[in-house]
């Protein structure tokens, strides 16, 4: 009954994108304006709000220019994801649909329901062809109920509040020979754990030592500095280093203090050209993290530096690219760990086949260090005490077929397998106290193989369409975990391991028109089926993502626009992390202003 009940929710899920998509093939008016979203200035120094497609192809194969909106998990600026292909809005993404113009400066502000308010701001002070100087400023925040959908609490309302805000800047000056960047960021966030905490023995809720009221606050700094050769030089190089220091006011109750976390990275590539078409490269990194516990602290966190040294070798021809090459890697021992050394390959191949096809397959692996910040910024409610041992990906190969052979259209297939080590899963640690739900790390190796397809479509920049599937299937072993493993207060085993909190089933639609020349629409949808979390020493399902939002834009001139968008149009109740529900239906408009 539960596969057919996946099945027919994956058939309702297509058959909506069947209806939005049936009228938009009755377009049939060209459109001289671009369809390109703002090319904001955050664009410049922040590679996070660009698509993150990990194989780098042949120019040759031109994919449709289909407009991604973000997709809002209703609490607008919530940062986790419930997998890979599924993610929320950053902080630094704008929300417009206007044409890109010379403009210095842009401001963004977008005001909702549950007091949902978004805003942005950035100037070019400096835009010369030898200096670049940006500054930039983002503002999410959420303060409305939303009600529990678990059984002992369900119905019951709880205020869930958030306020993220990042600004920054950005400098870039060329040199004759080398270009010079700096840049630096401030970050501040303030959250309450308003998540469902573990039954009390008090008979009236909340529980008076529960508190869903406090504030946690988090800060951020991070500066860069970094130096890139001319390509014209006999040895070409890029060097950058950086600095991140992150901090949490709390621990698991406003009575204990938090801890804070320096990183510092540094990176370089030397490279020599033979000719035209091929050269040799030595890649090198190395990050160092410190801690600043408080005293009497029984958190977990410990110094460790890693590093990663990547000889390699490439090859451009005619209708083909090769790069062989491998990844040296070590991480140093943490508390009573031993040092980790290891080697993965670091290789690509793709070809041309035939007129706008391109076939690929690249093997690398990696260090994901876990640090606080990274993990905060994939699940805000994260265990602010708790240190996760690095992951490490000893082979990450992926294999696909891109194609354009049809005007229009554009088709990618792919398939990936992936072994990593030290893999982190959340789950959920309920307290009768303190702030009563935060997200504990359960670290184990896993492997994943994943298949997904993707199709593009593009009419006459009047209707872009994109549509993708993905499928994810865990090696689930059967070992049965010790409690100890996740440090649960209840000292019993727990049962086999899952992909806890990470979807099985993806299916991504995005449907942009432009009936006019003024006006934009999107509608987008996403499902993330079969993810599964750890309660009571218990595996449990959790309910399916399936969210269908729009947004609409009007644009006045160069200088003004407003868009209206409408969330959750299905009025489904879900969670990305168990026990913090999200909001329902809700809709914010919003005006964007280029000077």
């Known amino acids: 009954m539960k596969a057919m009940k996946k099945i027919t929710d994956i058939i309702k899920a297509l058959c909506i994108i069947s209806l939005l998509g049936t009228p938009l093939s009755l377009a049939a008016q060209d459109d001289d304006q671009s369809l390109n979203r703002e090319?904001?200035?955050?664009?410049?120094?922040?590679?996070?709000?660009?698509?993150?497609?990990?194989?780098?192809?042949?120019?040759?194969?031109?994919?449709?220019?289909?407009?991604?909106?973000?997709?809002?998990?209703?609490?607008?600026?919530?940062?986790?994801?419930?997998?890979?292909?599924?993610?929320?809005?950053?902080?630094?993404?704008?929300?417009?649909?206007?044409?890109?113009?010379?403009?210095?400066?842009?401001?963004?502000?977008?005001?909702?329901?549950?007091?949902?308010?978004?805003?942005?701001?950035?100037?070019?002070?400096?835009?010369?062809?030898?200096?670049?100087?940006?500054?930039?400023?983002?503002?999410?925040?959420?303060?409305?109920?939303?009600?529990?959908?678990?059984?002992?609490?369900?119905?019951?309302?709880?205020?869930?509040?958030?306020?993220?805000?990042?600004?920054?800047?950005?400098?870039?000056?060329?040199?004759?020979?080398?270009?010079?960047?700096?840049?630096?960021?401030?970050?501040?966030?303030?959250?309450?754990?308003?998540?469902?905490?573990?039954?009390?023995?008090?008979?009236?809720?909340?529980?008076?030592?529960?508190?869903?009221?406090?504030?946690?606050?988090?800060?951020?700094?991070?500066?860069?500095?970094?130096?890139?050769?001319?390509?014209?030089?006999?040895?070409?190089?890029?060097?950058?280093?950086?600095?991140?220091?992150?901090?949490?006011?709390?621990?698991?109750?406003?009575?204990?203090?938090?801890?804070?976390?320096?990183?510092?990275?540094?990176?370089?590539?030397?490279?020599?050209?033979?000719?035209?078409?091929?050269?040799?490269?030595?890649?090198?990194?190395?990050?160092?993290?410190?801690?600043?516990?408080?005293?009497?602290?029984?958190?977990?966190?410990?110094?460790?530096?890693?590093?990663?040294?990547?000889?390699?070798?490439?090859?451009?021809?005619?209708?083909?690219?090769?790069?062989?090459?491998?990844?040296?890697?070590?991480?140093?021992?943490?508390?009573?760990?031993?040092?980790?050394?290891?080697?993965?390959?670091?290789?690509?191949?793709?070809?041309?086949?035939?007129s706008g096809t391109l076939l690929y397959l690249n093997a690398g692996g990696d260090i994901r260090s876990n640090s606080a910040f990274l993990l905060s910024r994939e699940n805000l409610y994260t265990d602010p005490y708790m240190g996760v041992t690095p992951s490490r990906t000893w082979l990450d190969a992926v294999a696909g077929i891109k194609t354009a052979a049809l005007p229009g259209f554009w088709f990618h297939a792919f398939a990936e397998y992936k072994r990593t080590d030290d893999d982190y899963f959340f789950i959920p640690y309920l307290m009768p106290e303190g702030f009563g739900n935060v997200s504990r790390v359960l670290s184990y190796d896993s492997k994943l193989l994943r298949v997904g397809v993707e199709v593009k479509y593009a009419y006459r920049k009047l209707v872009e369409i994109n549509l993708k599937g993905v499928y994810n299937n865990w090696n689930e072993e059967k070992e049965i975990l010790r409690d100890e493993q996740i440090q649960t207060p209840d000292f019993q085993l727990i049962p086999e391991r899952k992909a806890y909190g990470r979807p099985q089933r993806e299916l991504m639609a995005d449907i942009h028109v432009r009936p006019i020349g003024k006006v934009a629409l999107t509608l987008n949808y996403r499902l993330s089926a079969g993810r599964k979390t750890l309660l009571y020493n218990k595996n449990e399902e959790m309910k399916d993502i399936s969210e269908l939002n729009f947004t609409g834009a009007y644009i006045f001139n160069d200088t003004w626009g407003a868009y209206l968008k409408l969330n959750n149009l299905l009025f489904k109740k879900y969670e990305l992390i168990y026990g913090y529900p999200l909001q329902g239906f809700n809709l914010m408009a919003g005006i964007n202003i280029n000077f």
């Open 39 to 354: 090319l904001t200035l955050e664009r410049e120094y922040n590679p996070s709000v660009q698509d993150a497609n990990k194989v780098n192809t042949l120019p040759a194969v031109r994919e449709p220019d289909v407009t991604r909106m973000p997709i809002d998990y209703a609490i607008l600026s919530i940062p986790a994801e419930p997998g890979r292909e599924i993610g929320t809005l950053a902080a630094e993404r704008l929300l417009s649909d206007m044409t890109y113009n010379n403009r210095r400066g842009y401001l963004n502000l977008g005001v909702g329901t549950y007091r949902n308010i978004n805003g942005d701001a950035g100037y070019h002070i400096l835009s010369t062809d030898k200096d670049r100087l940006n500054l930039f400023l983002s503002h999410r925040s959420s303060n409305g109920d939303v009600k529990y959908q678990e059984s002992y609490l369900k119905g019951e309302k709880v205020r869930a509040k958030l306020n993220n805000n990042l600004g920054g800047l950005n400098y870039r000056h060329e040199f004759s020979r080398a270009a010079l960047r700096l840049g630096a960021m401030y970050g501040y966030s303030a959250f309450n754990y308003y998540g469902i905490p573990a039954p009390s023995m008090y008979s009236v809720w909340p529980s008076p030592v529960v508190d869903t009221e406090t504030n946690q606050q988090s800060r951020q700094i991070t500066l860069n500095a970094g130096l890139e050769s001319k390509k014209t030089e006999p040895v070409g190089y890029v060097l950058d280093v950086d600095y991140t220091g992150f901090a949490y006011k709390y621990a698991w109750d406003n009575s204990m203090d938090g801890i804070t976390e320096h990183s510092t990275g540094a990176r370089m590539n030397l490279y020599k050209m033979f000719g035209a078409d091929r050269w040799i490269g030595l890649a090198a990194r190395m990050n160092s993290f410190f801690y600043n516990l408080p005293e009497a602290s029984s958190a977990t966190f410990a110094n460790y530096m890693e590093g990663t040294l990547t000889p390699y070798y490439q090859v451009e021809g005619d209708f083909w690219n090769l790069k062989l090459g491998m990844n040296l890697m070590f991480v140093t021992p943490r508390n009573d760990e031993k040092m980790k050394v290891f080697i993965t390959p670091n290789a690509g191949f793709d070809l041309k086949a035939g």
